[in-house]
């Protein structure tokens, strides 16, 4: 007894039509999150930066291996916070400072976060998640 093989083909057809959608869906997914992590760290990288360079004169110091400078965590603070409101930071949603201080006196560190949300929401991606980075950054000297 000879079974039909005609419309064998169509369940594999729908089967792997459905798991092609639901990887271009994490792939997605995957590569949205991937870039706002990159653009939020690129943020916080700025504002330590600023944060680096918020000394006076008067705090710089001579020292065997040259000049330093001192950091106080407060004008870290101030200056990641005036970084970022001026920063272009639209796309970005509940942006929060986490910490923008001087913990060694020599280098800042400012932790961001913000809260992501793909761009397409299906069951096998959650609604969104809060992401976080952490930039630190150090005013050097060279003669």
């Known amino acids: 007894m000879k079974r039909s093989e005609r419309g064998s083909i169509l369940p594999l ?18 590569t949205s999150l991937y870039l706002e992590r990159k653009r939020l760290f690129t943020l916080a990288d700025g504002a330590a930066l600023v ?18 400078a001192t950091l106080d ?13 001026s920063a272009p930071k639209d796309g970005f949603d509940s942006l929060t400072i986490e910490r923008a201080d001087s913990v060694d006196g020599r280098s800042a560190t ?4 913000a809260f992501w949300r793909p761009p397409l929401v ?11 980075v952490t930039a630190v950054a150090r005013s050097v000297f060279s003669r």
């Open 73 to 85: 965590s407060e004008d870290v603070a101030a200056a990641a916070s005036g970084y970022l409101s």
């Open 13 to 30: 057809t729908i089967f792997y039509g459905f798991l092609s959608l639901v990887l271009i869906l994490l792939v997605v997914a995957a």
């Open 110 to 113: 400012v932790v961001l976060s």
């Open 51 to 68: 944060g680096a360079e918020a000394f006076d004169l008067a705090d710089v110091t001579l020292t065997p291996d040259g000049p330093r």
């Open 122 to 132: 299906s069951a096998l991606v959650p609604e969104g998640i809060r992401i976080e």
